[in-house]
C-alpha cells in the first residue's frame, strides 16, 4: 500500500523559508511523477509543481521565482521549498502521486501558518 | 492558463437522489479531466480520470463523462458518506487547474 507522509514546521516567519518533507513507502520515487498542491483554508486547490527523478521539474508561474522541489532518492522523500513566505502562503500543504494524469495518492496534509 | 468553472458552486440533496456537478474548461483538454472528492480535514481521493475512468475502489454509483470542454460528475443515488466537496481538475495543460469546487450538503 502505498503511503504519502508530509512533515515540517507548522509555523514559519513571513520573509523566511517554509521547508517541508514527504515521506513515501510502499513504492519508489524513482517510478512516478510528484507534486506538491496546497490548499489555502476554506479555499480551493492549487497546483505548485512537481518533479521526476531524472531530475526534471516544473512549477506554477505564479510561484516560480520561490519554489523549489526536489528528491532523495535514498531516502525516498520528496522536498518542498518556498522562499519569502507571506500571509498568503499559509495552507495545507500535500503531495501527491500522479498517475494517468491524475493525482491517485495523497498525503493527509500539513497545515502551515505564515504568522509573526 | 486553462480555466476551470465548476457549476453549481454548492448544491443541496437528500440520500438516493440522482445528482450532477458540470465542469467548464475555458479551452478544449480533450479528456484530461478528472474528478476528487474532499471530506472537511482530509486529503481529496480521486474518484474519476480521464473524464470517464473510474478509479479503483470507487463505488459505481459515481460516473464521469464528457470532452472538449464540458463535463459532468454524476452520482446515481446518494448515500450519506457522499455529503463533501468535489473538484474538477484539467490535466491536458502542464499547469495543473482545478475547479473552484462545489459543496454538496443535505437537504
Known amino acids: 500500500q502505498v503511503q504519502l507522509r508530509e512533515s515540517g514546521p507548522g509555523l514559519v516567519r513571513p520573509s523566511e523559508t517554509l521547508s517541508l518533507n514527504c515521506t513515501v513507502s510502499g513504492t519508489s520515487i524513482s517510478s512516478y511523477y510528484w507534486f506538491w498542491i496546497r490548499q489555502p483554508p476554506g479555499k480551493g486547490l492549487e497546483w505548485i509543481g512537481y518533479t521526476f527523478h531524472t531530475g526534471s521539474s516544473s512549477y506554477n508561474p505564479s510561484l516560480k521565482s520561490r519554489v523549489t522541489i526536489s528528491m532523495d532518492t535514498s531516502k525516498n522523500q520528496i522536498s518542498l521549498k518556498v522562499t519569502s513566505v507571506t500571509t498568503a502562503d499559509t495552507a495545507v500543504y500535500y503531495c501527491a502521486r500522479e498517475e494517468n494524469l491524475a493525482f491517485d495518492t495523497w498525503g493527509q496534509g500539513t497545515l502551515v501558518t505564515v504568522s509573526s | 492558463d486553462i480555466q476551470m468553472t465548476q457549476s453549481p458552486s454548492s448544491l443541496s440533496a437528500s440520500v438516493g437522489d440522482r445528482v450532477t456537478i458540470t465542469c467548464r474548461a475555458s479551452?478544449?483538454?480533450?479528456?484530461?479531466l478528472n474528478w476528487y472528492q474532499q471530506k472537511p480535514g482530509k486529503a481529496p481521493k480521486l474518484l474519476i480520470y480521464a473524464a470517464s475512468s473510474l478509479q479503483s475502489g470507487v463505488p459505481s454509483r459515481f460516473s464521469g463523462s464528457g470532452s472538449g470542454t464540458v463535463f459532468t460528475l454524476t452520482i446515481s443515488s446518494l448515500e450519506p458518506e457522499d455529503f463533501a466537496t468535489y473538484f474538477c481538475?484539467?490535466?491536458?495543460?502542464?499547469?495543473?487547474?482545478f475547479g473552484q469546487g462545489t459543496r454538496l450538503e443535505i437537504k
Open positions: 479551452e478544449t483538454i480533450s479528456s484530461k
Open positions: 481538475q484539467q490535466s491536458h495543460s502542464t499547469l495543473y487547474t
